[in-house]
Nanobody
Framework: QVQLVESGGGLVQAGGSLRLSCAAS????????MGWFRQAPGKEREFVAA????????YYGDSVKGRFTISRDTAKNTVYLEMNSLKPEDTAVYYC?????????????????WGQGTQVTVSS
């Protein structure tokens, strides 16, 4: 059974930084895509960033390009989301997700397994 556990959320001032972590168990990174999504109250779940299943490609949502960076530590089976220049509109619950193989990475329905989420709040 695949399990994902996010951590690292919190309260930060606008312009600040946070690093989220997603620890995976029940499988290794091999052949699994990893993605980050976020959901603000009253809004749909939004794509943030993803690794392709091979790990050779990364993808970013338009609203975070140039500010957020996805990375991973295969030895720790952990994916990170480094968030810089945070804005109040980045406030949301952030989720990591995974699924084996596939060719699409930016839609929630592209993923089979989800973590419980971690809250990020950016104050103005």
């Amino acid at each position: 059974q695949v399990q994902l556990v996010e951590s690292g959320g919190g309260l930060v001032q606008a312009g600040g930084s946070l690093r989220l972590s997603c620890a995976a168990s029940g499988r290794t990174f091999s052949s699994y895509a990893m993605g980050w999504f976020r959901q603000a109250p009253g809004k749909e779940r939004e794509f943030v960033a993803a690794f392709s299943w091979s790990g050779s490609s990364t993808y970013y949502g338009d609203s975070v390009k140039g500010r957020f960076t996805i990375s991973r530590d295969t030895a720790k089976n952990t994916v990170y989301l480094e968030m810089n220049s945070l804005k109040p509109e980045d406030t949301a619950v952030y989720y990591c997700a995974t699924r084996p193989y596939g060719k699409r990475y930016t839609r929630p329905e592209d993923y089979a397994y989800w973590g419980q989420g971690t809250q990020v709040t950016v104050s103005s």
